[in-house]
């Protein structure tokens, strides 16, 4: 069987393991602490970092991007049928939400205000680049759930958390994003894709004392650019 090495609130191990829910595929998962790495992690992983995925002949690939890469060549593709164009458009946008996962876990760890200002005006604009690219669907290429949708998981997943423990939400200046969220979030990826104490484990690293968002100091609006692309306060 599939074996998954994970650390409890990472996105990219979030992002395989949803591709793995989204085909229900089986797998087994051990939790490691990155901080206090086993022996065994250290000598199988190249870059000592998670998501690890050991297939079921003992191979260890690494990285989320070539792991997604490989369950679509050994399990198939999310979605039939697709063009290589589509496919190549498809890792494009896959890659501007991975590519922001630290961007989000640095806004949400931030002590200040200023600090939080500062460290959301990237994954603003990654939100604002997808605000102009969706459609009418509930999904990212229509009605249908692809990988672009498994990308964009985590992102949206913990902006849903920070909404939900502290009030500031970072998608509220775009409305398309807003419902693409709820549509991923009604799917049950989320939950599946997560270890039964990931809430608690988020919050006691992000929505602590040592952040702004956890000390409850902010308001209900997110800094955020607009559809007129002005920065808006978070308390004005």
């Known amino acids: 069987m599939i074996k998954v090495v994970s650390f409890t609130i990472c996105p990219f191990v979030q992002r395989v393991t949803a591709a793995l829910e989204a085909r229900s595929l089986p797998y087994d998962i051990e939790y490691i602490s990155l901080s206090n790495p086993p022996e065994w992690f250290l000598a ?42 589509q496919r190549a458009i498809d890792r494009a946008w896959s890659y501007q939400a991975s590519k922001h996962y630290l961007v989000q876990c640095g806004a949400m760890r931030s002590p200040t205000a200023e600090a939080l200002t500062s460290r959301t005006e990237d994954l603003q604009q990654a939100f604002s680049r997808a605000e102009k690219q969706l459609g009418k669907g509930r999904y990212f290429n229509g009605d249908t759930l692809g990988n672009v949708d498994i990308a964009w998981l985590p992102l949206l997943h913990r902006a849903k958390i920070v909404e939900q423990h502290a009030g500031y939400d970072f998608v509220r200046a775009y409305p398309k994003v807003k419902a693409w969220q709820t549509a991923m979030l009604a799917t049950g990826l989320a939950e599946r894709s997560v270890s039964y104490d990931f809430n608690e484990a988020f919050a006691a690293f992000y929505l602590s004392e040592k952040t702004y968002l956890g000390r409850g100091e902010n308001c209900a609006k997110p800094v955020g650019i607009g559809n007129g692309g002005t920065a808006s306060s978070c308390c004005d």
């Open 44 to 85: 199988v992983s190249p870059n000592a970092q998670v998501p690890l995925l050991i297939t079921d002949n003992d191979t260890v690939l690494f990285e989320s991007d070539a792991i997604v890469e490989y369950l679509d060549d050994a399990y198939g593709p999310i979605v039939e049928g697709i063009t290589p164009e």
